[in-house]
């Protein structure tokens, strides 16, 4: 079975940065794509970032295009990423999520099968 481990949220402040984690398992798929959506409280979730193994292509939402980047370390199986530049508005859980498949654009709810727990960013002013 897939399995995703979603880490490294915390308390920042206003401008600081933070690195979440996402440790993937239980796939052989060739090509797959993993995506970050956030939910922030009395939200909905929104898909924010995305990657795709074919060609590396990586998206983002214009929310967090500048201050934010995805990236991954296919030897240890793991994405990321990088927030900089937080602003209290980035406060939500964030969760990451795998299609088996090579997807573009944005991410969709509706395109991701699998999700890992989520992680508690909360970005104080």
Avoid: H
């Avoid at 052989?28 to 009395?42: C, K, L, N, V």
């Avoid at 406060?91 to 991410?107: D, H, Q, S």
Wanted: aromatic share 12%; proline share 3%; hydrophobic share 35%.
């Amino acid at each position: 079975d897939v399995q995703l481990q979603a880490s490294g949220g915390g308390l920042v402040q206003a401008g600081g940065s933070l690195r979440l984690s996402c440790a993937a398992s239980g796939f052989t798929f060739d090509d797959y794509s993993i995506a970050w959506f956030r939910q922030a409280p009395g939200k909905e979730r929104e898909g924010i970032s995305c990657i795709s193994s074919g060609d590396g292509s990586s998206y983002y939402a214009d929310s967090v295009k500048g201050r934010f980047t995805i990236s991954s370390d296919n030897a240890k199986n793991t994405v990321y990423l990088q927030m900089n530049s937080l602003k209290p508005p980035d406060t939500a859980v964030y969760y990451c999520a795998i299609t088996m498949g090579v997807v573009a654009g944005i991410p969709s709810l509706l395109e991701y099968d699998y999700w890992g727990q989520g992680t508690l960013v909360t970005v104080s002013s």
